[in-house]
C-alpha cells in the first residue's frame, strides 16, 4: 500500500489525529508508523496527487493540528512511501538526524517574507534619481530617438531596477535578521525581489511580526511586504 506522508514526529508526540481528513478526501484515515522513538504520520495515498486545493488544505490542516500539540518535521505537499516498511526503514536510517533537527525545530516557528516592487514606482523612482534616465526617456518619448538610445534606456532601466531590489531586499534582510534564528532565501523572480524563510523562537514571534510591519510601513510607495506566519517549518524540516 503506497502511503501518503505527512510529517516525522517524537513517539512521545500526543498524534491527535482524530477528525482530520486525509490528503485524497478521507475522513479520520490518518495513522501512525513508528520505529523506536520516532513516529511518521501517514495515510493511505490517493491514485494521482495533484495539487488541488481541497488536498492542500488537508495537508496543511495536518500539520497545523500536529504543530500545534509539539514538535514536528512538516514534510511538503506530495511526499509519498512504498509502504509501511519502507517509512520504518526512512526512521531508522534517519533516526539520528532527525532527532537532532527536531531538537533544533523545538519552540521555534517560521515566517515567510515576500517583496513586492511595482513597476511603475520603480520607474517613476528612477526618473527621479537619474538625468541620464530621464533626458533618454525624453528623446524617445512617442517612438522617437535612435535604436541606439532606446538600446541604452532599456539597459538603464534594467540595471536600475536590479540595483533596486537589491538594496530594497537587503534593507528588509537586515531588518528581520537580529530577530531570526536562521533564514532560507529563493532567488528574486520576475514577481518578488524577495523571497524569504525565518526561523524563529516561539517567544520571539510576536517581536519579529512588529518588526515585519515597521519594515513595511518605512516602505515608499509601490512598495509591498507580505508576512505569513508563524507556520511550522517547513523550509527548515
Known sequence: ???????????????????????????????????????????EAPEQIEVKRPDVEAHHEVQERLWSDGVTLPLGFGFVAEDDDAVRAVLDQGAEQFAE???????????NVKGVLEEEAAMRQLLEESEDVRELNEATRDGGGTYDERLQLGELLSKGMLAQQEALAESVLAAL?????????????QQYFLSASFLVDQEGAEEFTKAAEQAAEEQS???????????????FA
Not at 475522513?27 to 513516529?39: D, I, P
Not at 530577530?179 to 532560507?184: F, N, Q, V
Open 177 to 189: 535578521r537580529p530577530y531570526a534564528r536562521s533564514e532560507r532565501l529563493s532567488e528574486p523572480s
Open 101 to 111: 533537527r527536531l531538537e533544533e525545530l523545538t519552540d521555534r516557528v517560521e515566517f
Open 221 to 235: 510607495e509601490g512598495v509591498e511586504i507580505r508576512v505569513r506566519g508563524p507556520l511550522p517549518p517547513y523550509s
Open 1 to 43: 500500500m503506497v502511503l501518503y506522508v505527512y510529517a516525522i514526529t517524537k513517539s512521545s508526540h500526543p498524534l491527535r489525529l482524530d477528525g482530520l481528513t486525509s490528503v485524497g478526501g478521507e475522513e479520520s484515515a490518518l495513522r501512525t508508523v513508528c520505529q523506536e522513538s520516532l513516529c511518521a504520520v501517514v495515510s
